[in-house]
């Protein structure tokens, strides 16, 4: 077996045997699931006029949700910088590198694995509630299903969207080694730009914050109407995360060759 191989053999080892990983991975789909089938169950559309997003607001509780596969990512490798830990895990795979993949290849297949449950689970509640709430065919509006274009890519996009944020937060720990300053890192672009987004007044300058932050790119892969009047495009958004998730990552990995356990 590669050293490579043998890396993610004993992360996945870490991974199920401690049980906080789990607990999140578990949280982050009741939530998920919880927090969409509340909003989809309290909105209403009582005529043809209505211009809801049925897919964007049956997939809201991955902006909830989200919060814990981040805590998740980062205590993969800050709790290690908090126990000590990392200095064994070190001394068994001395190439950082390898460490830092093994590390991401475990939070990735559990990242997807637990989004694509959520993901179903968000849009079946969408399913289930919006058309006793006026969302029929007579108003415009056809049942969710995941083999529609739209749906389908705002699924895949959602599910691809929270393994990028996973890995951004790995990245993010990695390159600070600190638990609480990493967390506090990752959740700012999460919540507070997109606050800041909403009560900056200048137009001009709302829409550079809303192209840039990486949470508020991101989730325009959820869009599946007026598409073309989003600050930015679905895939596009995702490639801004992406760009942010590639620095973080690239950061981590740079400071772990230059820095000592």
């Not at 991974?15 to 169950?41: D, E, Q, Y």
């Not at 559309?45 to 509780?61: N, P």
């Not at 992406?242 to 740079?254: C, E, F, K, N, P």
Request: aromatic content about 6%.
């Amino acid at each position: 077996m590669s050293q490579v191989a043998e890396a993610v053999r004993a992360e996945w080892i870490k991974l199920r045997t401690v049980p906080g990983p789990g607990w999140l991975l578990l949280a982050f789909a009741v939530v998920t699931i919880t927090v969409s089938s509340a909003v989809v169950a309290v909105e209403r559309c009582s005529s043809a006029s209505c211009t809801v997003d049925t897919v964007k607001i049956s997939l809201t509780g991955v902006q909830v949700g989200q919060a814990a596969v981040a805590v998740l990512a980062v205590l993969v490798i800050g709790g290690e910088y908090a126990t000590g830990m990392i200095r064994v895990t070190l001394a068994a795979v001395p190439r950082r590198h390898v460490m830092l993949f093994a590390k991401a290849t475990t939070v990735t297949i559990v990242t997807a694995a637990a989004g694509i449950i959520a993901v179903l689970g968000s849009l079946l509640a969408g399913r289930i509630f919006l058309p006793g709430n006026g969302f029929t065919v007579a108003h415009g509006f056809a049942p969710l299903t995941v083999t529609h274009g739209p749906a389908l890519r705002a699924a895949a996009g959602s599910v691809l969207y929270l393994v990028l944020v996973a890995l951004f937060s790995l990245g993010v720990a990695a390159a600070v080694r600190d638990t609480a300053t990493a967390i506090a890192i990752v959740l700012t672009p999460m919540y507070v730009l997109p606050a800041v987004s909403r009560i900056v007044l200048d137009p001009a300058w709302q829409h550079r914050v809303q192209r840039a932050a990486p949470m508020n790119a991101g989730l325009a892969i959820q869009s599946t109407t007026n598409v073309s009047k989003l600050p930015i495009g679905p895939w596009a958004g995702l490639g801004v995360l992406a760009a942010w998730t590639a620095a973080a990552l690239l950061a981590a990995w740079l400071l772990l060759q230059a820095r000592d356990a």
